[in-house]
């Protein structure tokens, strides 16, 4: 039985281990150069920490997953490895009639190597099951002058913190919605800035309204109030000012960002008029929530959710039978969620059961988190009122300069509104991140609905549009392509080491 697993971050390793503890042979694949995702992110080389463990909640966990990975025959680990494209393929496998259980319809293409270099190799897998695990990048809404230097993500911020022990800034805003601004604010004052606030979109009604109906229910969650506490206590101590119902609705600055413009926002988050504030800042790190990698669920038939999240039944396993998913391309729900559902996916990618002892309390807590992430969502998700803070010069599509008024004019004089047909006349979602970073916007203007405040484009087709459709999932070269795609790998358990490969040395 051969399991192939795309992504080795919480979700993927505890996916390979489980996967391994029923018997699979395990391939696991990333593209990044060390495992651990967007959570356990390394120092670089050239500037260890013998207290890189104090960075990071759960590195003792993290790093006995991946010694034991590291040390199991059975598992192959492959970083540097990027899955760019997934094909369906109904056909049986070769060795599908010696397997156990049905082959996964789909056909798995890697290159390996180096993103920048010309020496990239090719493998293609055909496996006995398919566990994606490809996590998800933080989402962000525009505002007048986002596109200056200054402003970063939330999460590029916490990858610099984290991963470089850099600071963005030295006197830095962070607004957005969602419990991910506390963690960052707490690595941007370990890495010396100062955090001048904290702005949480939504109203303290709509935090208590989504986090507070039936609070037994997060007893299981326990672990989360002491991270909680943990950065509470870091706002205190750095006096870092926390205020709900307030949005960063503008940046300004000529060369870089040098001051922004917070705003009450109501429930809906439209600004309040008369409440604008200025404040003089150096860095501005915005984060909206998150948005799951969906191209390659999608490549591979997965049914996707209206939330946009991969549909898994009790096994984890996707509406494509032998396609398992986990993490944050099912929903929201933090590490812990993660690490879960991983080991779940892994056991039933494997030909295990949902119900087995060994994953029971897998399980059990399973449960506990997927009702973390719906009231994340309930809390936090985005509200349509925040159009009503951009002006007709704010790009909407950073990649090809896709300002909101030509969107507006467009849909205007063309009548029509299409997904298809709004990226092809004003090319927003079709530059180098491939609607990556725009992708939700642009659905958002157009499918919003009349009620948005900005005059919402409606898709009148009311055909379910989505910029997650992406067959090549990155950047592959014509010469990758000419030179081919690498012979199909056996299907039989491979026993031999070494396991670890890095396709960045
Ligand atoms: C930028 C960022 C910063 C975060 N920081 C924090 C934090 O400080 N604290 C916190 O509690 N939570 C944080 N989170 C949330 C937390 O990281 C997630 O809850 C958790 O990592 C989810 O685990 P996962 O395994 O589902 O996905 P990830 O950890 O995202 O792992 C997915 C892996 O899949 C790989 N991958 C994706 N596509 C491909 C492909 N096509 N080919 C090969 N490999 C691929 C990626 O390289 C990655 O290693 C952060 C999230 C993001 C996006």
């Excluded at 998800?136 to 590029?156: I, N, S, Y």
């Excluded at 957005?176 to 009604?205: D, W």
């Excluded at 915005?286 to 191209?295: D, K």
């Excluded at 092809?424 to 939700?440: P, S």
Aim: one cysteine or more.
């Amino acid at each position: 039985m051969k399991v192939v697993i795309v992504g080795a971050g919480p979700a993927g390793l505890a996916a390979a281990l489980a996967a391994r503890a029923h018997g699979a042979s395990v391939t696991l694949l990333d593209a990044a150069d060390e495992p651990g995702g967007q959570y356990w992110r390394h120092l670089p080389p050239e500037r260890p920490s013998a207290n890189e463990r104090i960075l990071h909640h759960g590195w003792q966990r993290f790093t006995a997953m991946r010694r034991a990975l590291e040390a199991d025959a059975g598992c192959e680990i492959v970083m540097g490895a990027q899955v760019w494209a997934i094909e369906r393929s109904d056909a049986p496998a070769q060795a599908r009639t010696e397997a156990p259980m049905p082959a996964a319809p789909v056909v798995v293409h890697v290159l390996v190597g180096p993103p920048d270099g010309t020496g990239r190799a090719g493998r293609t897998f055909r496996p006995d099951a398919l566990v994606l695990a490809t996590g998800a990048h933080d989402r962000t809404l525009p505002f007048p002058g986002w596109d200056l230097p200054g402003v970063f993500t939330a999460g590029a911020a916490q990858a610099f913190a984290k991963g470089e022990r850099v600071a963005v800034g030295q006197r830095v805003v962070i607004a957005g919605a969602g419990p991910f601004l506390l963690p960052v604010a707490a690595s941007l004052v370990a890495t010396g800035a100062r955090v001048l606030g904290v702005f949480e979109a939504s109203r303290i009604a709509g935090l208590v309204r989504g986090w507070l109906p039936k609070p037994w229910q997060l007893i299981g969650a326990a672990k989360k109030g002491g991270e909680l506490a943990g950065y509470v206590g870091t706002h205190l101590r750095h006096r870092i000012p926390y205020a709900t119902g307030r949005a960063v609705i503008a940046a300004h600055g000529t060369d870089r960002v040098e001051a922004v413009t917070v705003a009450r926002v109501d429930a809906n988050w439209r600004p309040v008029p008369g409440t604008e504030q200025r404040i003089a800042a150096d860095a501005v790190c915005v984060s909206h929530g998150f948005t799951p990698r969906l191209e390659l669920p999608i490549a591979a038939g997965c049914a996707i959710s209206s939330s946009r999240f991969v549909e898994v039944d009790e096994a984890q396993q996707s509406s494509v039978a032998g396609v398992y998913a986990a993490g944050e391309i099912t929903g929201i729900g933090g590490v812990d969620a993660a690490l879960v559902e991983g080991e779940l996916a892994g056991h039933c990618a494997a030909g295990g059961s949902p119900g087995d002892p060994e994953v029971r309390r897998a399980a059990k807590a399973r449960t506990t988190f997927t009702g973390f992430a719906a009231r994340i969502e309930a809390a936090h998700g985005i509200r349509r009122g925040w159009t009503a803070w951009l002006d007709d010069d704010t790009l909407v599509c950073r990649c090809e300069e896709v300002p909101y008024g030509r969107f507006r004019e467009t849909a205007a004089q063309t009548c029509g509104s299409g997904l298809r047909s709004m990226k092809l006349t004003t090319r927003a979602g079709l530059g180098i991140c491939q609607g990556r970073v725009c992708g939700g916007t642009v659905e958002e203007l157009i499918g919003g609905g009349p009620e948005t405040a900005a005059g919402g484009l409606l898709d009148q087709r009311g055909v379910a549009a989505t910029t997650d459709r992406r067959p090549i999932a990155s950047p592959v070269r014509l010469g990758e392509l000419a030179g081919g795609i690498g012979p199909t790998e056996p299907t039989e358990p491979h026993l031999s080491k070494p396991t670890v490969q890095k396709g960045h040395q």
